[in-house]
């Protein structure tokens, strides 16, 4: 059976895209990348602009609610997902909650996957989060 997915957005910030360039910030990098050497550069950091959200500044999904294909009403038919199929387990991932979140992490068929979607290049990607064995 498949199962559309029903996921409610928390609170999200949203920058906004016309907001003033910020510079690089290598005080807030060490926090968000404390494994990082930042003394050895090879540019000045004033060169630098930031790209838009920090690390880990959109929020994935780590446990969607779904619901049958036949209860969902609120996602016309004509709405593009992104369908995964795993051992007879089947789930769609809509697009336009994937353009806020990015990333959902899920199990489908006892695999514990990613789904990810790049809304610049209009991509989905879905991958077996199992690494030597272990669920990352």
């Not at 060490?30 to 790209?51: A, C, Q, R, V």
């Not at 992490?105 to 690494?131: E, K, M, Q, Y």
Request: aromatic letters at 10%; one cysteine or more; glycine letters at 8%.
């Amino acid at each position: 059976m498949l199962r559309a997915a029903k996921i409610t957005f928390g609170c999200l910030l949203i920058a906004i895209a016309f907001a003033p360039a910020t510079f690089a910030n290598p005080a807030q990098w060490k926090f968000e990348w404390p494994k990082t050497d930042f003394t050895k550069n090879t540019l000045d950091y004033g060169e630098i602009l930031s790209g838009g959200q920090p690390k880990d500044g959109i929020p994935a999904i780590d446990d969607p609610a779904f619901e049958s294909l036949s209860d969902v009403s609120h996602i016309p038919d004509t709405e593009p997902v992104i369908g995964v199929s795993l051992n007879g387990d089947m789930r769609a991932y809509p697009l336009h909650i994937l353009m806020w979140h990015k990333i959902v992490n899920d199990v489908v068929g006892d695999v514990p996957i990613t789904v990810t979607f790049c809304p610049l290049c209009n991509t989905a990607v879905v991958f077996d989060r199992r690494v030597g064995g272990k669920s990352s």
